[in-house]
């Protein structure tokens, strides 16, 4: 069955066929709505990126160490990571609407202290609390057009936009970034960065107040504590050591830290079990782990978000460290890509409603190519413009990520039940957040030890090549993924 869906939903559409006709379309409103909430996401992913370029200017101006200056944006990556499911569950308890909005006015009031701040140690604290917001934010996100859209081609349609988004906010940030650093508005050189927030925080806040839905009726549970403070720990210690071993080498300390987090992980899942045996509500129910493409969505997010977070991380490095680029000429080379991204993630939908679902492991095939490319002007092209001879590589990556970002979330999330539709976005978004900082730690791992000895060009290229045949691995998981369904796959125990 071929739809305009980018998400393969043909499986939950096929099961809901009888129902589907009575659903109610869409109004504008809530499309509007929809514009709101991915205003919302967009902050939350731009704000992991955009500081990288800011970096050596916090630095200067704060005289922070370099071991400060790592935590500014691991500080936002941690809370980030570890508060996303309990975020996701608050909504699912409390009201996602109002969870929300919660959310925007701390995102807003913590990137207001992260501009103010006067020394590296409240930066830092700063941006921690910035990223609990955002964990508390971005869950409602996905969960609200889950329950916002009946029809399962519009759904699709909408979380295919979010998966866009989060592409697009990674890339994203290194351009605004750029720009912001360059243009110094009104002085305030790095701290614009995080006052750009404060304006769009304004107009998301006030839009969902006036658009934002929660139609589903809440179901009444209880917050599992202990499963908040198991997953919490669990990824933090995991997140920790592999963001902080790859940036300040492997150390026996850094190796215990991640394999702690790896024990209170299985710890917390034998806990959920129990929980959900005994009735009562867990953070991150079972059942989910029943419907194939929660199961299977979780490994293919791990490769595909590992592989762009690594990617961009080195590029960026690349570009501004190996080739003397400015922030805002790194900027220049990152839009292109960007640009890619966002077309094909719109086009997405289409192609699947013309040549079917194997277009988005074609994506991920197109995204190995463009690697592949990257190699090839890094490699064998030295000595001639770098963004000339990456920009064939860098559009050809863009447009099959647009149509992979597009795609995978929705398929991940489809036939998830309403009332775990909180936890399940928040364990999706985990995964992204993990995979970023786990491709980045093993890609970055692999980087420094082949560019020993002033050899950056050297590693940034072999590098990139073991990047492209990750991207074929997330072609074979997308596969499995988009294949046929079992007959229990796709319902809830």
């Not at 899942?269 to 059942?287: D, H, I, K, Q, T």
């Amino acid at each position: 069955m071929e739809t305009d869906a980018p998400v393969g939903e043909e499986r939950a559409a096929g099961e809901g066929a009888e129902e589907a006709p009575a659903q109610p379309v869409a109004t504008t409103a809530q499309w509007a709505a929809m514009w709101i909430l991915l205003l919302g996401a967009f902050m939350g992913f731009l704000d992991i990126f955009i500081v990288n370029v800011a970096n050596p200017s916090i630095q200067a101006e704060l005289h922070a160490s370099f071991a400060d200056i790592q935590l500014v944006p691991t500080g936002y990556t941690l809370a980030y990571g570890a508060g996303l499911v309990a975020g996701g569950r608050l909504g699912d308890i409390f009201g996602r609407r109002r969870v929300f909005l919660v959310g925007v006015v701390l995102f807003a009031l913590t990137s207001v202290a992260c501009a103010s701040a006067q020394s590296p140690g409240f930066l830092v604290g700063a941006r921690i609390a910035q990223g609990l917001g955002a964990a508390v934010m971005l869950p409602q996100v996905l969960a609200l057009i889950q329950v916002t859209f009946q029809r399962n081609e519009e759904r699709s349609r909408a979380i295919g936009l979010y998966g866009a988004v989060i592409g697009l906010g990674v890339v994203a940030g290194q351009i605004v970034g750029g720009f912001l650093i360059e243009w110094d508005v009104a002085g305030l050189g790095w701290r614009s960065i995080f006052l750009v927030n404060v304006p769009l925080c304004v107009i998301t806040f006030v839009g969902a107040l006036a658009l934002v839905r929660d139609r589903s009726d809440r179901t009444p549970m209880k917050l599992d504590l202990p499963g908040v403070i198991l997953l919490g720990a669990g990824l933090l210690g995991l997140v920790h050591g592999l963001v902080v071993g790859a940036e300040q080498g492997w150390t026996g300390l850094r190796a215990g830290e991640v394999a702690g987090g790896a024990v209170l992980l299985a710890i917390f899942v034998l806990w959920e079990r129990r929980v959900a045996e005994a009735g009562r509500s867990p953070l991150l129910p079972p059942r989910l782990f029943k419907q194939r493409g929660f199961s299977m969505g979780l490994p293919t997010a791990l490769c595909f978000y590992g592989v762009n977070g690594a990617f961009i991380f080195l590029l960026a490095f690349y570009l501004q460290q190996a080739k003397d680029f400015s922030p805002l000429q790194s900027a220049l080379t990152f839009t292109p890509m960007a640009i890619l991204t966002s077309v094909f993630s719109v086009l997405c939908g289409k192609f699947v409603a013309r040549w079917g679902a194997r277009v988005v492991p074609g994506g991920a095939v197109v995204m190995a190519i463009g690697l592949g490319l990257v190699w090839i002007g890094v490699d064998l092209m030295e000595g001639t413009n770098p963004a000339a001879a990456l920009m064939p590589g860098l559009v050809l990556y863009g447009a099959g990520g647009g149509i992979v970002a597009t795609s995978l979330i929705g398929t991940a999330l489809s036939g998830v039940i309403p009332e775990d539709a909180g936890a399940a976005s928040g364990g999706i978004l985990t995964a992204v957040q993990v995979s970023e900082a786990a491709g980045v730690a093993g890609i970055g791992a692999l980087f420094a030890a082949v560019a020993t000895g002033g050899e950056e060009v050297r590693g940034f290229a072999v590098s990139v090549a073991v990047l492209a045949v990750l991207s074929l691995l997330t072609a074979v998981f997308l596969n499995l993924l988009n294949g046929p369904a079992g007959a229990e796959s796709e319902t809830a125990a």
